[in-house]
Structure formats: structure tokens, C-alpha cells
């Protein structure tokens, strides 16, 4: 049985997503639409595909990324409004 290629992509691209930190961020949407629309086509009834490991990793891989994303950006306005609210006391 085949596996659709967009579960493959799905992996590629969370892969591609943790080795290259600035690219990543541009690839983490795709990366989970494409595991997504996988993993429809693997649990449609009468599916003729496999790879359901497969696009479950690649989802995991973007939605780790994209954790570490808003992560990211959430400590960053935090310093920056600390920044300011201790600017304020000065």
C-alpha cells in the first residue's frame, strides 16, 4: 500500500523545521496542513494508504516547533514589558 506524499512531506518539512531555526518558522504551517490532509486520507473509509506513523511524526515534529516558537515570543515580550515596567522605577 502506498503512503500519500504528503505525509512524507509533513516529516520533511518538521525535520527541515528543527535543523534550520529561521527557515523553520516559514515551514511549521505547511508542515501541519500537509499532516493533517495525511492523515484524512489514511483514515478515509476504503483508504488504500498507509503511513499513518509517518505523518503522526511530522505533525509532532511542527507542533513541537511551533511550542518553541510561542514560547519564544512569549518570553520575549515578557522581558520587554519587564524592560519597561522596571524603566519606570528608574
Known amino acids: 500500500m502506498p503512503t500519500p506524499g504528503t505525509a512524507i512531506a ?3 518539512l518538521g525535520i527541515i523545521s528543527l535543523v534550520t531555526c529561521s527557515l523553520g518558522v516559514l515551514l ?4 501541519l496542513i500537509c499532516g493533517h ?5 489514511i483514515k478515509a473509509p ?5 503511513g ?3 505523518a503522526m511524526t511530522g505533525l ?3 507542533y513541537v516547533w ?4 510561542v514560547l519564544c515570543v ?3 515580550l515578557a522581558f520587554g514589558l519587564l524592560g519597561a515596567i522596571l524603566e519606570q522605577f528608574n
Do not use: C, M
Not at 28 to 31: E, L, S, Y
Not at 46 to 50: T, W
Not at 66 to 69: F, Q
Open 46 to 50: 476504503g483508504s488504500r494508504y498507509e
Open 60 to 62: 509532532i515534529l511542527n
Open 52 to 54: 499513518k506513523a509517518l
Open 74 to 76: 512569549v518570553v520575549i
Open 66 to 69: 511551533l511550542g518553541v516558537v
Open 10 to 12: 509533513s516529516l520533511v
Open 37 to 41: 490532509i495525511a492523515l484524512n486520507q
Open 28 to 31: 511549521v504551517i505547511p508542515g
